[in-house]
């Protein structure tokens, strides 16, 4: 994980990228499973913390995954509006548990989960990839795009946020421009980030 605590969460391909590399080198469907909950787990605390105005603000270890999944959501990282995305945390987080519990998970919660990537239902079947062989490609396919795609949020509303606080706390703004051409940059800058999800 020295990639994501160096880079703070906020070049979304080169997390999803790192994610994939990351779990590629994983075999076991249970250990890949759980390390990807870990990897995403990881964005949500940096966005939480990046997010907090006190420069050394660090969450509590013993938080857990989902309060800290809906901190995010307070904190506009998401929205009720992003059911799909909500829906694949919930399963995530459900198999995770059940490993955690039973040393297992149950099989038939993994189509929830894949679903919502039919792009890549396209490149297994093109792959002629099958059972465990596909689910391990589709889970760590799926932890990277989730990685990402929440990096490059936390980066777009952290931007936002940091420009609000800025302004709010009267800290000057360089180069003469003034605050409306700042948040409509940060606009511009997000609108982009969420078009290349």
Known sequence: MNYLKTKKVVD???NR???VEELEKIFN????????????????????????TEDDYRLDDKFPFYS???ICRLLG???????????QINVINKMRND?????????????NLYKHHNGLKQEVKEKKLKGEAKDR?????IFGSLCGNFSGRAA??????????????????????????????????????ISQE
């Not at 490993?99 to 189509?111: G, V």
């Not at 009267?170 to 982009?192: P, Y």
């Open 156 to 193: 777009a509303v952290n931007t936002v946020h940091n420009t609000i606080s800025d302004f709010v706390l009267g800290k000057t703004v360089g180069s003469g421009r003034n605050f409306a051409e700042i948040l409509q940059q940060d606009i511009a800058d997000l609108k982009l980030a």
């Open 68 to 70: 800290k999944f809906q």
């Open 12 to 14: 979304a391909k080169a």
């Open 137 to 141: 490609y589709m889970l760590v396919m």
């Open 29 to 52: 469907i249970e250990l890949l499973l759980v390390r990807g909950q870990i990897l995403i787990e990881y964005v949500f605390t940096s966005f939480i913390e990046n997010y907090s």
């Open 17 to 19: 990228d790192f994610v």
């Open 77 to 87: 990282l998401y929205t009720e509006k992003d059911t799909a995305l909500i829906e």
């Open 99 to 111: 490993i955690a519990h039973k040393l297992t998970f149950d099989r038939t919660l993994l189509p």
